[in-house]
């Protein structure tokens, strides 16, 4: 059953009990409850196949989280199965694997998919664009998961934001960023349109699992590095092999991790089942968020405290030239296609409508709790 029709025939299905019980068929009604006991009865085992190395604090924990939520909430009726990246398919394999049905979930980030679709990276973060309570707006409340849900069906897919780390961090150099021309020549792990627009910026950007980063820049095959903010860099240990830490994380706002799952696994589900695993994924969204904000600061002490990194701000000059180049690619994504041109329009306006908002709400209170 299309997503769609699912609260409309939730009303119609329970108008339809209260009619049984008010006209007394008593034979219709064991019947009917015996027959769907015996359709859930049902045990699903499903295997989830994921981008981060297993248990990975924040991005694989919440995958398991996701995994055991499932589990519960439907009483063992889904069972779910975590695979870390490489032990059963390799990171950048998981949407095909899910696609195909190797696997029926799969716990990523939309942007690792621009192959297939350069509008993807829209459902995960844009240089310049949401934060995660935006990003939050847009997806439920703004006709952003409707659009993403339009666009994977194609791939047999259906997703659901499933985490956000709030904004990251702007990444792990060995020299000091004074100018744009600093990012000149420099071979930095950057995913999705950040590394498009570190490229217009004369960078090499690069896309590697986070399990590859630290033995890359430690043997010199990557001059810096973003990943995600302190929690996450500080157990990769990139301390050890870069000096400074840059902040802000221009590129990834508040960037939506993905639970990805087979279409056709997921339509043959009974829709209670349907209804637990969305809402688990839903669970997970707003949970890693919390998880992150609360753990960051903590890292960030350790990190500068006790392993003295270099805490660095990119110069206002610099930020100035990402955002003009990040509105060209931005926009030049939009023209790819006309799925492109429908996202950015809904993006774009979303994007105008809630920076209004928050200059005079989150920017404004922010403001003045800083006040001395
Ligand atoms: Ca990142």
Same mark, same amino acid.
């Given at each position: 059953? *299309?997503?769609?029709?699912?609260?409309?025939?939730?009303?119609?299905?329970?108008?339809?009990?209260?009619?049984? #019980?008010?006209?007394?068929?008593?034979?219709?009604?064991?019947?009917?409850?015996?027959?769907?006991?015996?359709k859930t009865e049902k045990v699903y085992k499903w295997k989830m196949v994921t981008t981060w190395p297993k248990n990975f604090p924040g991005l694989g924990t919440g995958a =398991?989280?996701?995994?055991?939520?499932?589990?519960?909430?439907?009483?063992?009726?889904?069972?779910?199965?975590?695979?870390?990246?490489?032990?059963?398919v390799p990171a950048f394999e998981v949407f095909d694997a899910v696609s195909r049905g190797t696997a029926e979930m799969g716990h990523g980030a939309a942007y690792y998919w621009k192959g297939k679709n350069a509008a993807i990276q829209f459902f995960s973060t844009v240089p310049f664009g949401l934060t995660a309570q935006e990003m939050n707006g847009w997806l439920y409340h703004g006709g952003g998961l409707k659009l993403w849900t339009e666009v994977y069906a194609?791939?047999?897919?259906?997703?659901?934001?499933?985490?956000?780390?709030?904004?990251?961090?702007?990444?792990? #150099?060995?020299?000091?960023?004074?100018?744009?021309?600093?990012? *000149?020549?420099?071979?930095?792990?950057?995913?999705?349109?950040?590394?498009?627009?570190?490229?217009?910026?004369?960078?090499?950007?690069? &896309?590697?699992?986070?399990?590859?980063?630290? @033995?890359?820049?430690? &043997?010199?095959?990557?001059?810096?590095?973003?990943?995600?903010g302190p929690y996450n860099d500080l157990a990769f240990g990139f301390y050890k092999v870069a000096k400074y830490y840059y902040y802000p994380g221009w590129h990834e706002p508040g960037t939506t991790l993905e639970a990805i799952i087979n279409k056709e696994a997921f339509d043959a589900l009974p829709e209670d089942l349907q209804e637990i695993v969305l809402n688990a994924c839903k669970v997970v969204n707003q949970d890693m968020l919390a998880e992150y @904000?609360?753990?960051? =600061?903590?890292?960030?002490?350790?990190?500068?405290?006790?392993?003295?990194?270099?805490?660095?701000?990119?110069?206002?000059?610099?930020?100035?030239?990402?955002?003009?180049?990040?509105?060209?690619?931005?926009?030049?994504?939009?023209?790819?296609?006309? &799925?492109?041109?429908?996202?950015?329009?809904? #993006?774009? @306006?979303?994007?105008?409508?809630?920076?209004?908002?928050?200059?005079?709400?989150?920017?404004? #209170?922010?403001?003045?709790?800083?006040?001395?």
């Open positions: 059953m *299309k997503r769609r029709n699912l609260v409309k025939s939730l009303g119609v299905s329970v108008l339809a009990i209260s009619m049984i #019980f008010a006209t007394g068929c008593s034979k219709e009604g064991p019947e009917a409850a015996k027959g769907e006991k015996a =398991n989280n996701v995994a055991k939520l499932i589990t519960k909430m439907s009483g063992g009726r889904i069972q779910v199965k975590v695979y870390g990246a490489k032990e059963l194609q791939y047999n897919l259906v997703p659901a934001a499933a985490g956000n780390t709030g904004v990251q961090m702007g990444g792990w #150099f060995n020299k000091e960023i004074n100018s744009l021309d600093d990012l *000149k020549g420099l071979k930095m792990r950057i995913p999705g349109l950040g590394g498009e627009v570190f490229k217009r910026a004369g960078g090499t950007p690069v &896309t590697l699992p986070g399990g590859e980063l630290y @033995t890359a820049l430690q &043997t010199g095959a990557l001059d810096a590095t973003e990943w995600v @904000t609360a753990r960051n =600061n903590a890292a960030l002490n350790t990190l500068v405290n006790e392993h003295k990194v270099q805490l660095r701000a990119f110069p206002d000059d610099v930020l100035k030239e990402l955002r003009k180049i990040s509105d060209e690619v931005v926009a030049e994504l939009a023209e790819k296609d006309d &799925t492109a041109k429908r996202i950015y329009a809904s #993006f774009k @306006t979303y994007r105008e409508q809630v920076n209004d908002w928050h200059e005079i709400s989150e920017k404004a #209170f922010l403001r003045a709790r800083s006040l001395k």
